[in-house]
């Protein structure tokens, strides 16, 4: 969803890094970093996927916050996102630190549930990137099911006190499909547009933690019948409820990897695509897989994110990602079009006119 075009592919396809024939991908920057400062969160919901996780109450310190923001900065992060773990916006000082990223020319996008912020934060809002609001139900009983909490009106509320005339702002809505609301999805993507959303993503629920909270295959077969049924009713350009048919009522997968004949690695991670920071201090690589020890490069309370990353344990780390991935292995993955992007690139299957640098 960040917009700025962070190194462009054909640059370092020509010069022979997507081939690994560069030393540049030992010394790259993490393009973009998901942040999860905090495991605290005002809602209890019932698809939460840190739901165990988050009993912790865990939170990273603001001296090491502050350091990390420093680091990001030096190394040349582009991107940070707001995310995760709880909500961060429960943080105590979290407005000081998005403006620390602004400030240090980071983009910075924001995932909320969009309770904890105040009119005093709208200012530092419109300077985001993008912020994507949690959305649940258009029907109350639902999102209180749901959430546990009593903040119905206001989650589709943002846009309207964020967006002004000039507002390069994108305030979009997420919505994750679980038991209760399954059967509501176009209400929600029609109250979104009325409210002035740019977009809202359905997100059946992943079940990380094994929680059983995932739908069951009629839940699925029903949210398929609505999508075929009301096609027409939706502007693609808005929702990605097309995707989600297409991918049988799922949003990440592993589908992808039959489709690569040219890749027996990574290049979401060996371009330095995303970091993870979790709240516990770990930092990761891949999103799905936060949580496992084995696959953090570091913790922040031991050393600096600078320090922790190109080092020993992150090619380590690497490696046994690409391992993992040689094998068929990944789940819920979050890079599947970058990765099918490039494995054509590597075919020489994609037009040269699409090979410019204003476009890849």
């Known amino acids: 969803m960040i917009r700025a075009r962070f190194y462009p592919i054909t640059k370092l396809f020509k010069a022979g890094f997507l081939r690994g024939g560069g ?9 973009a970093v998901e942040f999860h400062w905090c495991a605290s969160c005002n809602y209890n919901c ?10 912790n109450k865990s939170r990273l310190s603001d001296t ?19 995310s ?64 546990g909490a009593k903040h119905f009106e206001g989650q589709f509320s943002l846009p309207k006190k964020l967006k002004t005339a000039d507002s390069t702002l994108i305030v979009g809505a997420r919505c994750v499909i679980n038991a209760i609301n399954y059967k509501e999805i176009f209400n929600t993507y029609q109250k979104a547009m009325s409210e002035g959303f740019d977009y809202i993503i359905f997100i059946p629920a992943i079940d990380y933690e094994k929680r059983a909270i995932d739908l069951t295959q009629e839940q699925k077969d029903d949210v398929l019948q609505q999508i075929e049924q009301g096609l027409q009713a939706i502007n693609p350009a808005t929702t990605n409820l097309i995707n989600v048919k297409n991918n049988n009522i799922g949003h990440y997968g592993s589908t992808y990897i039959p489709k690569l004949q040219k890749s027996f690695l990574c290049n979401a991670i060996l371009m330095r695509s995303n970091a993870f920071i979790n709240y516990d201090g770990e930092v990761y690589l891949c999103q799905p ?21 190109n080092a020993a344990r992150h090619s380590e780390v690497i490696a046994r990602l690409n391992e993992k991935f040689a094998k068929g292995a990944c789940e819920n993955c979050r890079a599947i079009s970058y990765n099918i992007a490039i494995d054509e690139l590597l075919q020489g299957t994609i037009p040269e006119h699409l090979l410019q640098d204003n476009f890849l």
């Open 289 to 309: 897989l936060i949580g496992d020890k084995t696959f953090s490069i570091g913790n922040l309370n031991d050393a600096r994110f600078g320090e922790l990353w």
């Open 84 to 147: 995760g773990g709880g909500e961060p916006t429960t943080l105590s000082k979290w407005d000081m630190h998005a403006r620390a990223l602004l400030d240090s020319g980071i983009e910075v996008a924001l995932i909320t549930n969009s309770v904890a912020i105040k009119q005093e934060h709208y200012d530092l809002l419109r300077r985001f990137n993008y912020i994507a609001v949690s959305v649940y139900s258009t029907k109350e009983k639902q999102y209180q099911a749901i959430v």
């Open 64 to 82: 090491i916050i502050t350091q990390t923001i420093k680091d990001l900065r030096d190394l040349g992060t582009k991107a940070v996102y707001l």
């Open 46 to 55: 019932i698809h939460c996927s840190y739901g165990q996780r988050r009993k």
């Open 23 to 31: 030393h540049i991908l030992e010394s790259l920057p993490p393009i």
